[in-house]
């Protein structure tokens, strides 16, 4: 067994031990913060992954724990209601329903939002939901709803704290589970992949409006359950601990234990449970007053953790647990059948053709009336000076900032209205100039990201591991486009750790990992050294042998000049020249606009 496994297996004994060694007290705390690490797992996800700052996550707790404490408690429900009165459980599938309902709205309002005006918007539904829950009288008000029902379960009464206390930490063992097998997954590269931007991730084919509300959801529903968890135990609810400022709580947890790590989330709840308890009694005592002191400490350490540990305490603890992560990702690269293909099409195919594209920014015109076409098995240069429009003429063709007027067909079909998501499923991939990946991720999980549309299995599969053979074929796939590329040893590395030059050229591989038929590179061999663009040119003609077309943007004449079949030249957004090479070479205005000023 491997250490991990060891300390797995020592931290599950010691669990399961907690309840019979332990004095009632500290087992009541345990409960506690097994039912906010639920919450601030939920938090990990949304935030600490996706990127996305929720401070109303107590709502949501709020809405599991009232839904229960109404339907089980309520003497008259309204006829369609009343089945659901009968049990917490059926309560529990009404709760879970209805804050999908209420999250899937909410998530649907403000999730579009970005900037400063996301948390904002969590701040202001966190706080009309808890005042709902205040002001609303079959809610009980202020005073709340007493008389909850205990649980029963397999015939057991759960009673106790000691009773309860394995149910909860099985509802969050389960949910630590269901999140690392949704993390390690097609659908959990596409969330990872929202923190570096929605741009780069819509040009894989990710939907990212879609991968936001789904980790909203399941935030949500992890806090719902986490509710309905505590309202059983506690017997009574009232809306002060779903208020904003236990939102903000949550939050802090999950940021101190180390808000992109599952592991993080028990961690923060633990510590920051633990901490006020003590905190609350201790204070009082050398102060001389009662008051809420520890609200003054929390403020202070959550300052200290953003200035001086922005990845929590999470990281500083795993530094003694050997790391199997790596390994992990090893173990998938095995023989798996190859993913489809799309048809290559024959040498001389029209794939692209550029009409009479503008594309203006305010006042600037950055390209005008540009015209251009690739073929199948040609590779295009598109070369002039800085600022020419160059990278601009790639944002229109692959949809990532629309062109102004113009049209654009691709394999005989108009584009210039669609989505780059759109545009990359009908086989166009491309590289960024400005390189756009996840540094904290390995090379291996980058690219993969680019095979993004040839998998299909979706976040219920990812969450239940039952997507593992796909999966294989994904990882396989990266890796033999990584192969090709030649940047092998750096399977594992941290995507970030490569030099520029190799950033690069890990983009053409992710983008080669869509199995394209028209590639779209701009300046890939900027910061490569000689033989490295040797070898990149080696592989481009490679590439055109197969058929593929490559739309290429670069700085370096020599480069281009050895490889390409055709040649465009642009100048102040315009057309300026276009040609074999040879002739583009001795073009006056050519000489003139850009090969004079490098000479
Ligand atoms: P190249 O790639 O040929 O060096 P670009 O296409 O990046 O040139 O830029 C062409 C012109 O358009 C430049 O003047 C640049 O400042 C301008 N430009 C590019 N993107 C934007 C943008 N998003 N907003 C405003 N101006 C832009
Ligand atoms: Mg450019």
């Given at each position: 067994m491997s250490r991990q496994r060891w300390i797995y297996a020592g931290f599950l004994v010691l669990l399961m031990l907690g309840p019979i060694i332990l004095p009632e007290f500290y087992v009541t705390l345990l409960n506690y913060i097994g039912l906010y690490a639920i919450v601030a797992l939920g938090l990990v996800l949304l935030?600490?992954?996706?990127?996305l700052t929720s401070f109303g996550q107590a709502a949501f707790v709020g809405l599991g724990a009232y839904t229960t404490a109404y339907l089980t408690t309520?003497?008259?429900?309204s006829a369609w209601l009343a089945p659901f009165g009968q049990s917490p459980w059926l309560a529990l599938l009404v709760g879970l329903v209805l804050t999908a309902l209420v999250a899937f709205v909410l998530g649907a309002l403000t999730?579009?939002?970005?900037g400063h005006y996301l948390p904002l918007g969590t701040i202001a539904w966190g706080i009309s939901i808890y005042f709902l829950f205040g002001n609303l009288e079959f809610l009980g008000g202020h005073t709340g709803i007493t008389g909850i029902p205990s649980l029963s379960l397999l015939g057991l009464e759960l009673k106790l704290g000691r009773d309860f206390y394995f149910l909860i930490w099985i509802a969050l063992l389960a949910a630590v589970w269901l999140t690392q097998n949704l993390l390690d997954s097609r659908e959990g590269r596409a969330i990872r992949a929202l923190k570096g931007g929605t741009l780069m991730a819509e040009a894989m084919g990710v939907n990212t409006a879609r991968s936001k509300i789904v980790i909203f959801l399941i935030a949500a529903l992890y806090a719902c359950i986490s509710g309905w968890l505590y309202a059983h135990l506690q017997r009574f609810v009232n809306p002060t601990p779903f208020s904003l400022h236990i939102g903000i709580e949550y939050l802090f947890m999950a940021v101190l234990g180390?808000?992109?790590?599952?592991w993080g989330a028990l961690l923060g709840a633990g510590v920051i449970t633990i901490l006020k308890q003590w905190l609350q009694d201790f204070l009082p005592k050398i102060l001389g007053s009662s008051g809420n002191f520890e609200v003054i400490v929390f403020g202070l350490m959550m300052v200290l953790i953003l200035q001086r540990?922005?990845?929590?305490?999470w990281p500083i603890l795993a530094r003694f647990v050997p790391n199997v992560a790596e390994k992990g990702s090893q173990r998938q690269i095995s023989q798996a059948e190859p993913l489809p293909k799309k048809a290559s099409l024959q040498a001389?195919?029209?794939l692209l053709e550029v009409g009479d594209v503008v594309k203006k920014f305010g006042g600037l015109v950055?390209?005008?009336r540009m015209n251009l076409s690739v073929q199948s098995g040609e590779v295009l240069a598109l070369i002039g000076p800085n600022g020419a429009g160059k990278s601009t003429m790639f944002n229109c063709i692959s949809g990532v900032d629309p062109a102004s007027s113009g049209e654009i067909h691709f394999l005989g079909e108009r584009i210039d209205q669609l989505n780059s998501r759109e545009i990359a499923r009908r086989g166009m991939s491309r590289t960024f100039q400005h390189v756009r990946l996840?540094?904290?991720?390995?090379v291996l999980e980058n690219v993969a990201i680019g095979a993004h549309l040839r998998g299909s299995k979706g976040v219920l599969s990812a969450l239940l591991h039952l997507d593992r053979v796909e999966e294989k074929r994904l990882m396989a796939e990266a890796a033999r486009q990584i192969e090709r590329v030649g940047l092998t040893q750096h399977?594992?590395?941290?995507?970030?750790?490569?030099?520029l030059g190799q950033q690069r050229i890990l983009e053409i591989a992710r983008a080669l990992a869509a199995d394209p038929l028209l590639l779209l590179l701009d300046e890939?061999?900027?910061?490569?050294?000689y033989l490295e663009k040797q070898a990149l040119a080696d592989l481009l003609r490679r590439l055109r042998a197969e058929g593929m077309g490559i739309l290429l943007v670069e700085h370096d004449v020599d480069f281009v000049m050895g490889l390409a079949d055709r040649v465009v030249v642009m100048e102040f957004g315009e057309k300026i020249a276009e040609g074999l090479p040879e002739q583009v070479q001795k073009n006056p205005a050519v000489l003139e606009a850009y090969l004079g000023g490098v000479a």
């Open positions: 935030t600490g992954v996706g990127g309520a003497t008259e429900l999730l579009r939002l970005s180390g808000a992109a790590h599952v540990a922005r990845d929590g305490l001389g195919n029209k950055a390209c005008n996840l540094p904290a991720m390995s399977m594992f590395d941290q995507a970030g750790s490569l030099p890939p061999a900027a910061g490569l050294r």
